[in-house]
């Protein structure tokens, strides 16, 4: 028999069929406090994967558990005892006739999160039992799972070398910028920021807060625009001539320094980018604007990421005593950097700069190859249930 007639015949054998005629979707029941214990014997599952364990359990049967509310539609697979959370399903079928891994893979087809409704979105399951898909006997179904074992198996290693690729990119940059900072060269200077600045000094947010911010006009610096490795546009804030005169004492200009000093983005810095300008920031953004006879902007930006001044300036931002970490004005000014003459600075920023440079690019392939993968993942099991392998 040919490969095409064989195949035939066996795509001939396969139903179309409503989930509802498969599985069945069974509601999770929450855990008593009492019950949970952090290295208990089995997992407790929640809408999107394990969140507890405990040393009894609710279902004595590997399942897939299907996220009801909160993260509703992700799909996990669960470990043979568990405890599903009521706000999951879990499925129970035949398995004379169906096979767990084709189902867990076959769910995974179907986007279900596409289905939440709701302010804290859920699926209905009767909209589920609904879904047709097709379905071959049980010996084709373990078929396929063996190829799809087998393939997911092989993509599984190549993307995890692909990270391992990406993380030693990172690593190259991050270990040359701590070497950079932590072995100072000879006739190097130390002196506190405030000897070396014009300017350390944060905004406020106009009055109104996010309500009163404009569709366009001087932009509004807040600390999710600050990153290490650059500036963020995402949700830029904007206000009008009105409010930005109240912060014209924190005018951002070309070359600022600036330093996130509150919250859990604390101690994050960048350059400011000079297609924000004119701008103002708020009290979460610390300007620091640099003596030009002192040192360069980017040399300052690259010494407080590295993970000398990083881990210095937590540590610092931690005293404030405070519920959350900060850095005050005055914790800044009295804050010291080491630096040598600006033509080694600017030498060191070069340097830093074209490893910089040459990392991303490396990020770039990498970060490109795992989608690459993802995608290769999604393509085989779209084949595998339309019937391709």
């Known amino acids: 028999m040919s490969v095409s007639s064989h195949w035939k015949n066996m795509k001939t054998s396969w ?17 008593p406090k009492d019950k949970r214990i952090s290295n208990g014997k089995y997992p407790v599952y929640g809408a999107n994967g394990e969140k507890d364990r405990t040393d ?22 669960t470990e043979k005892r ?37 302010v804290k979105p859920g699926i209905n399951r009767n909209e589920v039992y609904e879904i047709r898909a097709s379905i071959p006997p049980l010996p084709e179904q373990k078929r396929i799972i063996a190829i799809l074992d087998k393939a997911f198996a092989a993509i599984s290693t190549a993307k995890a070398n692909a990270e391992k690729n990406l993380a030693n990119a990172r690593e ?10 932590a072995n100072p060269g000879d006739g190097w200077e130390q002196k506190k920021l405030e000897e070396i600045t014009t300017k350390i000094g944060s905004g406020a947010t106009p009055r109104g807060g996010e309500k009163a911010y404009k569709k366009e006009g001087i932009s509004l610096i807040r600390s999710l625009n600050v990153y290490d490795y650059g500036f963020s546009y995402r949700d830029l804030a904007f206000i009008d001539e009105c409010q930005a005169d109240k912060l014209s004492n ?140």
Request: glycine share 6%.
């Open 250 to 389: 924190v005018i951002v200009e070309s070359g600022d320094v600036l330093l996130n000093i509150t919250g859990a983005s604390v101690a994050r810095c960048t350059i400011v980018a000079d297609d924000v300008l004119p701008a103002r920031v708020n009290q979460h953004v610390s300007i620091l604007r640099l003596k030009k006879s002192e040192m360069i902007p980017e040399y300052l930006h690259f010494a407080l990421i590295s993970k000398e001044h990083k881990d210095q300036l937590l540590k610092t931002g931690e005293k404030a005593g405070a519920t959350r970490q900060a850095l005050t004005k005055a914790q800044l000014e009295e804050y010291c950097i080491r630096y040598p003459k600006i033509p080694e600075q600017k030498r060191i920023v070069a340097k830093l700069n074209a490893l910089s440079a040459e990392t991303k690019k490396l990020e770039e392939i990498y970060q490109q190859k795992i989608a690459d993968l993802e995608e290769l993942k999604k393509s085989v099991l779209q084949k595998a249930f339309n019937g391709g392998l």
């Open 15 to 31: 139903q179309t069929k409503k989930l509802g005629e498969v599985i069945k979707l069974e509601y999770g029941k929450p855990l």
């Open 56 to 77: 009894e359990f609710y279902y004595d049967r590997s399942s897939i558990i299907v996220g009801r509310k909160g993260s509703a539609g992700e799909i996990n697979l």
């Open 82 to 118: 568990f405890w599903p959370l009521d706000v999951t399903y879990f499925v129970t079928f035949d398995d004379k006739k169906y096979s767990l891994g084709f189902l867990y893979d076959l769910l995974l087809t179907l986007n279900l999160p596409k289905l939440a409704k709701g």
């Open 172 to 181: 190259l940059f991050e270990s040359y910028l701590q070497s950079v900072f």
